[in-house]
């Protein structure tokens, strides 16, 4: 099996590589060349997406049996279809969960609608758009896509997501020191972390079950948890009590304006939370790292790398 990573030299797609290339399949990862793929996971292609011209290149200089891509927006996979159309086995896409929005129904199935509430701002709107791009190749062009619908993702690697929907370290410097906290809105919103390993596995799991294309998967952790729960469960890993109170969203971004965002603290202030059955069932894929052991793991990381 040929696979082409599409920005695979960090996080997300490093653990995907070490999934494919530990399977056995040979693994080339495109990237910008900042950061080089190791070695033993596969062979890096260096290529900036947005030259059109050596991206056209790269996904036909041969028929790829498996193209995952994990960085691409709307208009980047408007130009893939439009480039390979069906000349490639199977093409893999990062979806997220945040398309769901402010779901109606808890959790959310991968058969709701997309969100597109009259008069609502959605924050993972342009996760939409990719997706509709997708479908509709799908359904009109027989283009051979899966979406894979992550939640959010953390473990070695990356900062987690800290309690004000970004990854600060500041945060965590702050919650480690006992310094009170404020999260906005009232912490009951429910998150569906993911552990970068599981999530990495999915998009195997997918390639190896050609019955997956033209579907879409909702890939998470084993269950949701509450904001402030989360929030509790990061200062456990670090061996603290956590100090935190609640406020409006603006509030707390006119109190942190410099680790904050409008966005991230809509972000952690709605429900993001999907039904996984769909995955577990057709890919025969579900999640093997529990939250709390995640956490502590992803903890460890950030004190090895001197960031808390």
């Known amino acids: 099996m040929q696979v082409l990573l599409i920005g695979g030299s960090r996080f997300l797609g490093r653990e995907i590589a070490r999934a494919f290339t530990t399977h056995g399949a040979e693994v080339f990862a495109m990237n910008r060349g900042n950061r080089p793929l190791e070695p033993e996971l596969g062979h890096s292609i260096v290529c900036d997406k947005g030259d059109?011209?050596?991206?056209?290149?790269?996904?036909?200089?041969?028929?790829?049996?498996?193209?995952?891509?994990?960085?691409?927006?709307a208009e980047d996979l408007q130009f893939v279809v439009d480039t390979v159309g069906s000349c490639v086995g199977h093409f893999i896409h990062t979806g997220s969960l945040g398309v769901y929005g402010d779901a109606r129904q808890i959790p959310a199935t991968e058969a709701l609608p997309l969100a597109d509430h009259k008069g609502e701002e959605i924050v993972f709107?342009?996760?939409?758009?990719?997706d509709?791009?997708?479908?509709?190749?799908?359904q009109e062009r027989g283009f051979p896509a899966t979406i894979l619908r992550q939640s959010y993702i953390y473990g070695p690697g990356d900062i987690p997501l800290d309690g004000w929907g970004g990854r600060s370290a500041s945060f965590f410097h702050k919650l480690r020191d006992g310094e009170p906290l404020l999260l906005p809105s009232d912490g009951r919103a429910l998150l569906h972390p993911g552990h970068v390993g599981d999530l990495a596995r999915a998009f195997l799991h997918a390639a190896l079950r050609p019955q997956s294309i033209g579907q879409?998967?909702?890939?998470?952790?084993?269950?949701?948890?509450?904001?402030?729960?989360?929030v509790a469960l990061l200062a456990e890993a670090l061996g603290v009590e956590p100090q935190f109170t609640f406020a409006p969203l603006q509030e707390v971004h006119a109190r942190y304006p410099e680790q904050t965002n409008e966005r991230g603290l809509r972000f952690i202030s709605q429900h993001m939370c999907g039904s996984i059955t769909k995955?577990?069932?057709?890919?025969?894929?579900?999640?093997?790292?529990?939250?709390?052991?995640g956490l502590r793991e992803n903890v460890a990381w950030m004190q090895e790398e001197g960031l808390v």
């Open 52 to 73: 059109r011209t050596s991206f056209a290149n790269v996904l036909r200089v041969r028929r790829w049996d498996v193209v995952v891509d994990t960085i691409l927006n």
């Open 125 to 130: 709107d342009y996760k939409i758009a990719q």
């Open 132 to 138: 509709r791009v997708l479908l509709r190749a799908v």
């Open 216 to 230: 879409v998967y909702n890939v998470a952790g084993p269950h949701a948890i509450m904001m402030r729960d989360y």
């Open 279 to 293: 995955a577990k069932e057709q890919l025969g894929w579900e999640p093997q790292i529990s939250l709390h052991q």
